[in-house]
């Protein structure tokens, strides 16, 4: 069956660094496009960075641009977000998702807290 497993989460301190994981199995990953979510408590979801099928175009939000990095290994069907620089904004439940076709996926999420 299908599943998407987020890892990598945990507490740290601002202006530290995590990598969260999101191995995939049970569908075709190398033609899925993949994004990195998160919704911290009262608010809404925010779609934090999206990678194309190759890896050929990444996108990132606003609120983390020049500090959230996606990327992907289709051979290991994992995608990753490297996150520095972390402020306490960013705590948050990180759910990973796939787009195959019209298809869509969900993991379950990986708790991210930053603060000292």
């Known amino acids: 069956q299908v599943q998407l497993v987020e890892s990598g989460g945990g507490l740290v301190q601002p202006g530290g660094s995590l ?5 995939a199995s049970g569908f075709t990953f ?3 496009t ?10 809404e979801r925010e779609l934090v960075a999206t990678i194309t099928s190759t890896g050929g175009t990444t996108n990132v939000a606003d609120s983390v641009k020049g500090r959230f990095t996606i990327s992907r290994d289709n051979a290991k069907n994992t ?3 490297q996150m520095n620089s972390l402020k306490p904004e ?6 990973c ?3 195959n076709k019209f298809l ?3 993991g379950q999420g990986t708790q991210v807290t930053v603060s000292s």
């Open 19 to 23: 990598r969260l994981s999101c191995a």
């Open 30 to 32: 190398s033609s899925s």
């Open 34 to 43: 993949m994004s990195w979510y998160r919704q911290a408590p009262g608010k």
């Open 79 to 81: 995608v990753y977000l």
């Open 90 to 95: 960013d705590t948050a439940v990180y759910r």
């Open 97 to 99: 998702r796939a787009l």
């Open 104 to 106: 869509i996926y969900w």
